[in-house]
């Protein structure tokens, strides 16, 4: 984990927690690709990747309700003379529809991969991870490139932080517990400290002492084998 020593303002701006949002996305579906790829996995570890893959389906089911269901619709009437820009939204959202099916594949593969941990049930899972890491990485490249623009241009500073406000008062304190220490693994620590002062002090607290340390103890154990 980052050290809490380092302080300044993050590079990326307001966009921080998104970043390490998408990175967090990209970086645990390679992760699961190498994990099920290996030879001799357990049905035991099986299922606690599949667990993890549980999660991250999650995440980014919620991640991209969030955007189609309260930021677009924040965002798309600032851009009434701006036909270009408001395709723009509207292929978020197409893309968002596309990656379902995809992840409905992952996960009956993982859940196959759990019952029967063969090399060749691993591998096939593994291509699969690696096609959604494709697709979906060329979305968040395209969301990054084309629709951070536009959000920065429409959203003034008050509003995209009423938006972040109410995304983690979504979350919740349980979600909180596992969010946090995800998107900060690997961050860098003035990103971390950044994203980490718009909570309330309890969360930071708790994220610092509690959540992290944790969250260190059990991905060691996931991908350690």
Not at 53 to 72: A, G, K
Not at 144 to 169: H, M, N, Q, W, Y
Not at 187 to 215: C, G, K, Q, T
Request: aromatic share 8%; charged share 25%; glycine share 8%.
């Amino acid at each position: 984990m980052a050290s809490d020593e380092q302080t300044g303002s993050p590079p990326r701006g307001r966009f921080t927690i998104v970043y390490l949002i998408h990175e967090a996305f990209r970086r645990d579906i390679g992760r699961l690709s190498s994990a099920v790829r290996a030879p001799g996995v357990s049905q035991r570890r099986a299922s606690q990747l599949g667990a993890h893959w549980d999660f991250i389906n999650e995440q980014l089911h919620h991640h991209h309700q969030v955007e189609d269901d309260s930021l677009w619709p924040l965002v798309r009437p600032k851009l009434s003379g701006s036909g270009d820009e408001v395709a723009v939204l509207a292929e978020m959202e197409a893309q968002h529809e596309a990656l379902l099916p995809k992840c409905g594949e992952i996960g009956m593969g993982f859940a196959s991969f759990a019952q029967n941990p063969t090399g060749d049930n691993g591998a096939e899972l593994a291509d699969g991870l690696d096609a959604l890491a494709i697709l979906l990485g060329s979305h968040l490249d395209d969301e990054e490139a084309r629709c951070f623009p536009v959000i920065d241009k429409s959203l003034s500073v008050d509003e995209f932080e009423s938006f972040g406000k109410a995304t983690a008062k979504a979350i919740g304190m349980r979600g909180s517990a596992r969010f946090f220490p995800w998107i900060f693994d690997g961050a860098d620590a003035v990103e971390r400290n950044a994203v980490l002062s718009m909570p309330p002090p309890p969360i930071r607290l708790l994220s610092r002492y509690v959540w992290e340390p944790r969250y260190a103890r059990t991905v060691a154990t996931l991908w350690a084998e």
